[in-house]
């Protein structure tokens, strides 16, 4: 038999968000759902959530789809489903997918794909029954069907997929239309872009960046009026430079602990930290070389070159610290 995954594989671009849009033009009262989507995403960032939580209140809109909905949906989506799948379709074939069974399960009978697991969504309310059907919960879904499945030949457009390829003889990565052997494919410049700054890592990275841009800008601003008063008759400039680096390594810890706890979910220890604070030695470097241009060139309140220098070392930062000091053995 062959296992296809459904959004990105078989069906062009994600049904649930097409299904999402679809319910916006058609029944407006689920925009009355979105701030509450919202704050689930957040929460989701910051780790109070799980996947499966997050899309349990994200399915809270469709109390406002009355039923039938969803074949309406199809009778519009239908043409999505990609052509070179219907002329290599077999009878045994077997969808398994992260996206709701009320949506997918029937588009694949209308196409003769008798064989369905995906996350189980009660199509009236949105709770969630069992855990979201994504990467390990997809090989014990099939294992529970079947405990002696065989995959002859697998198909899916996300790594994420990986513990279902490991199962089958042939395991394909779908990019559009076109299908590369697993092992052979290449990840794009883009793809690689998206895997790096378009994560839950990097926007909770983004949410500990503006506490710590706080902190740093408070830190430095407090050397800074110390200096003042420690030593007399110095120029501006030199009180700017020389209050930035205490205030910027003090600073640091404050970014250890929230980046360790929240971002990367990682325990503390002395050995991590010396890590984290090698890598942002650049970030020092960056900062630095702006707070002296800033001083150098325009002279202005110090705490706005502290601000400046913060927010544009961000990026450089993420890199390093992702690859250096929070790596893990999947990466």
Avoid at 127 to 139: I, M, S, Y
Avoid at 233 to 251: D, K, V
Avoid at 258 to 275: A, E, I, Q, W
Wanted: glycine content about 6%; overall charge positive.
């Amino acid at each position: 038999m062959n296992v296809y995954d459904f959004d990105g594989t078989i069906y062009y671009g994600d049904s649930t968000a097409d299904f999402i849009g679809f319910c916006i033009r058609r029944y407006p009262k689920t925009l009355l759902w979105l701030p509450i989507t919202a704050w689930a995403f957040l929460l989701y960032i910051l780790g109070v959530y799980t996947k499966t939580q997050f899309k349990e209140k994200m399915y809270g809109f469709l109390k406002y789809v009355p039923n039938g909905a969803v074949e309406r949906f199809w009778q519009d989506y239908q043409k999505k489903i990609k052509p070179w799948y219907k002329a290599q379709q077999r009878s045994d074939d077997i969808v398994i997918s992260a996206s709701p069974e009320f949506l997918i399960k029937p588009i694949c009978k209308i196409i003769g794909i008798n064989t369905v697991m995906a996350s189980k969504v009660n199509r009236e309310t949105g709770a969630t029954e069992g855990l979201n059907c994504h990467d390990e919960e997809k090989v014990r879904r099939l294992y529970e069907w079947d405990k002696d499945a065989k995959i002859n030949e697998f198909y899916s457009d996300s790594f994420a997929d990986q513990p279902l390829a490991d199962l089958a003889e042939r395991a394909y990565m779908v990019k559009g239309d076109k299908r590369t052997l697993w092992n052979e494919y290449e990840p794009t410049g883009y793809e690689k872009f998206k895997k790096m700054f378009l994560s839950r890592e990097f926007l909770m990275f983004l949410i500990v960046g503006v506490i710590n841009t706080f902190s740093n800008v408070v830190f430095s601003a407090f050397y800074l009026l110390l200096l003042r008063h420690i030593f007399i008759g110095y120029t501006e400039e030199w009180y700017t430079n020389t209050a930035f680096y205490p205030g910027y390594l003090t600073s640091n810890i404050t970014a250890y602990l929230l980046n360790s706890t929240l971002t990367f979910k990682d325990r503390l220890g002395f050995v991590k930290y010396v890590k984290f604070f090698m890598s942002y030695i650049p970030n020092l470097i960056i900062q630095g070389v702006i707070v002296g241009l800033y001083t150098k060139l325009i002279n202005g309140p110090g705490v706005i070159a502290y601000a400046a220098a913060a927010i544009i070392g961000v990026p450089v930062t993420f890199v390093f610290m992702k690859i250096f000091a929070f790596k893990k053995k999947a990466d």
